[in-house]
């Protein structure tokens, strides 16, 4: 995107994307609690149009600007805390695990608070936007522990779409990677992020989920990230994303 230009309109939740505050469907949200003024009006309404060289932006108070520097972290987060910004309960977020941040990222999709695994941050919510949109088909890779043993016929259910409230899943790939006496260890591909998908598709099979993790989105793996660490992905591996992503929307 440019940021130079003169008398830039932008809608109001892509700069907030673009200034690092929030991808752009979670910036809609902020725009409706009226946490946004533009001229110190607040604005309600998502979609208004804003003028990034005259217009003055604050969030909570605070002026914004567009972020020149796009920074990109893979996480692996740990149980136990939220994957958004803020709280109003101030339980602990994945922002509690990055310390003394120069810059501002906000998390690419959710984990639920007990899931573990990979979690992209960044400030570009162009990629974020392309990662967590169904429409460009990013593959989620998750490890699912679940209770009991799921027969093929129940497997194929999964691997073909599942109803669930209403809405059938888009097909996934499910693996069996391993089997204990009372567990069964899934492999399970997918490109949508319906909220608490894969313990929903697992319920609706009649196998809850004891345990979850994600390990891999698009082109970047988990690999050997410590629980609670984190890391700057590469150039290659950034490269990769925006690669990946514009391959699969085609
Ligand atoms: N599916 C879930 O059920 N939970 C997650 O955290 C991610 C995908």
Request: aromatic share 6%; hydrophobic share 35%; charged share 30%.
């Amino acid at each position: 995107m440019k940021t130079d230009s003169k008398n830039l309109k932008l809608r109001l939740e892509k700069f907030l994307s673009e200034a690092g505050v929030a991808s752009r469907r979670h910036a809609k949200q902020i725009i409706s609690a009226g946490r946004v003024t533009v001229n110190e009006e607040k604005i309600f309404i998502p979609g208004t149009h804003i003028n990034v060289d005259t217009d003055v932006i604050k969030l909570d108070g605070k002026p914004l600007c567009l972020v020149k520097k796009k920074v990109y972290l893979a996480l692996n987060k740990p149980a136990g805390y939220l994957s958004t910004v803020n709280d109003e309960r101030n339980r602990p977020t994945v922002l509690h695990l990055l310390h003394n941040l120069p810059f501002r990222v906000y998390p690419v999709g959710r984990l639920d608070f007990d899931t573990e695994g990979l979690l992209l941050l960044t400030n570009d919510g162009e990629l974020a936007h392309k990662i967590t949109h169904p429409r460009y088909h990013v593959d989620k890779v998750y490890i699912a522990w679940v209770k009991g043993h799921p027969d093929e016929t129940a497997l194929e259910k999964l691997r073909r779409g599942i109803r669930i409230e209403g809405d059938v899943t888009a097909p996934a790939k499910v693996i069996v990677s391993k089997r204990t006496n009372a567990h069964t260890c899934l492999k399970i591909t997918i490109h949508e992020g319906k909220k608490r998908q894969i313990k929903k598709m697992c319920r609706a099979i009649g196998h809850e989920v004891q345990y979850l993790k994600r390990i891999q989105i698009g082109p970047i793996k988990l690999g050997n990230l410590r629980v609670g660490r984190y890391r700057r992905l590469s150039s290659k591996e950034v490269k990769a994303l925006k690669n990946f992503s514009r391959i699969e929307m085609q």
